[in-house]
């Protein structure tokens, strides 16, 4: 069983940069895909990127590219999302997602692809 907690969340201004953690326990962590997703309510879960089990590769939705960037450090269990140059339209309450991966280089884009899932962080931008 994997547990991953969120932090990192809160309120800035548009234009403004935030830093999101997810801490995983465990020690299968080096062996997981990791992905960052977002959601508002009455809406779906939104893919926001994704990373592989090496960090080698990454992955983004295209209203966040350019902006955001996923990283992993694998020593620490933890999956980062440095979000830059927000948008009121980035509100949301952001979850992260992992999932065991066999092969390196492989990444996923979809929520039901992941197993694992935190309880999520709120990230709010005023305009």
């Known amino acids: 069983q994997v547990q991953l907690v969120e932090s990192g969340g809160g309120l800035v201004q548009a234009g403004g940069s935030l830093r999101l953690s997810c801490a995983a326990s465990g020690r299968t962590f080096g062996g997981f895909a990791m992905g960052w997703f977002r959601q508002v309510p009455g809406k779906e879960r939104e893919f926001v990127a994704a990373?592989?089990?090496?960090?080698?590769?990454?992955y983004y939705a295209d209203s966040v590219k350019g902006r955001f960037s996923i990283s992993r450090d694998n020593a620490k269990n933890t999956v980062y999302l440095q979000m830059n140059s927000l948008k009121p339209e980035d509100t949301a309450v952001y979850f992260c997602a992992g999932r065991s991966a066999i092969y390196s280089n492989t990444y996923y884009t979809t929520a039901l692809q992941y197993d694992y899932w935190g309880q999520g962080t709120q990230v709010t931008v005023s305009s």
């Open positions: 990373i592989t089990r090496s960090g080698g590769s990454t």
